[in-house]
């Protein structure tokens, strides 16, 4: 009962099938989708029933007699896919710190015109809402702000193309657009295409996606910068909470479980968002010194020696605008870009030799932002490729 052609849905399903080759072999069996569409529970109950299974995870509607699997000693696990479905086990993420890494993201990067792009009445998209436009309003009051939603759910797979062109064109430029899902970021960046003057990418309008889709980010041109997520982990969570259930007395296997939460990671950079927009000329030059020299042993003073004032007057300068101080910048940067290696395939000691960096000191820095080792995390990255 989930579309398993999305790579969310897929990165579950990989989590699930790691968890069944480390601990037993299960049958997996994927509910033909024209079942779930046709609005008829009964018929994927009847289907889960004819195949014997153990439990089902769904993409189900607040309207669903879900109690049907349960009836017939099915687990039911509910996919966030429009609401949280009561008095079942959910797969839901922590939308609300998406929201507010994709903000801070943004406000890092020098944006004062912020906008969000989503499907209204989705629980994912609504609350990815809130939370980024409550983290703008927090950091930035005079901020300004942009929604466009889509509201009908028969239309929710779909783009009106000239409508978000429109919206796109009447936006205050330079813009930072945050999208519900990948695919709606690169609606978003067709669409700029067609925009004419003052739609550049990023220049005039930067995109981020969540989801980290490798297809769809770099189908897009240019590529797609996206919030990762750790749904195979997810996915191992939820199997290992059937499992145990499973291993309970049928009459207790359907008592209360706290829900399965997938965990915003980190922001996956690409061209789409390569842009320091601030209104202050110096504090630009010195992002994009940095950007462009984090591997030649930099330091503050580096930093401070691009523009005409004073040390003090620039750290001043720039923690009022970016919100830290230029050398948590520069630790942040390097942590950002030591992902990428690893991430693109080099080992934690190769990313550290990369950037010039002690790989005591880099990776002190590593765990305190990210709360694993640079070996944890490359570990995890291999495990759900």
Known sequence: MTDFSEAYANKLLQGIMRYSHEHKPWVVCKVPLQLRDSGRLEEVVRFAV?????????????????????????????????????????????????????????????????????????????????????????????????????????????????????????????????????????????????????????????????????????????????????TEDAGYNAAKVIDQLLALPPSQRFKEVEDIVVRPTFITARSSTDAFIHGNPYISRMMYFISNNLSNHLSVNDVVDQVPMSRRLVESIFRQEVGISIYQYIIRARVERMKDLIVNGHSPLEAADELGMDYKIIARNFKKLTGMTPGEFARKEFLER
């Open 50 to 230: 004819a195949w014997k299974a153990d439990a089902i995870i769904g993409q189900f509607r607040s309207v669903d007699d879900v109690d049907g699997f349960r009836r017939n000693g099915i687990i039911p696990i509910a996919q966030d896919y429009r609401q949280h479905i009561p008095g079942i086990v959910n797969i839901s993420g922590d939308y609300a710190l998406s929201g507010r890494i994709c903000a801070d993201y943004f406000i890092e990067k020098g944006v004062k015109s912020f906008a969000f792009f989503g499907l209204h009445g989705f629980v994912w998209s609504d609350e990815r809402r809130d939370s980024y436009f409550a983290q703008i309003r927090s950091r930035m009051p005079d901020a300004s702000t942009s929604l466009l939603e889509k509201y009908d759910a028969d239309e929710a797979w779909w783009y009106d193309l000239e409508r978000i062109t429109k919206w796109l064109r009447s936006l205050p430029k330079p813009v930072g657009i945050l999208a519900c899902d990948d695919q709606r970021a690169y609606y978003i960046m067709e669409a700029s295409k067609l925009g004419g003057e003052g739609m550049r990418i990023p220049n005039d309008i930067m995109v981020l996606g969540v989801d980290n889709d490798e297809t769809v980010c770099q189908l897009t041109s240019p590529a797609l910068s996206s919030l990762n997520q750790a």
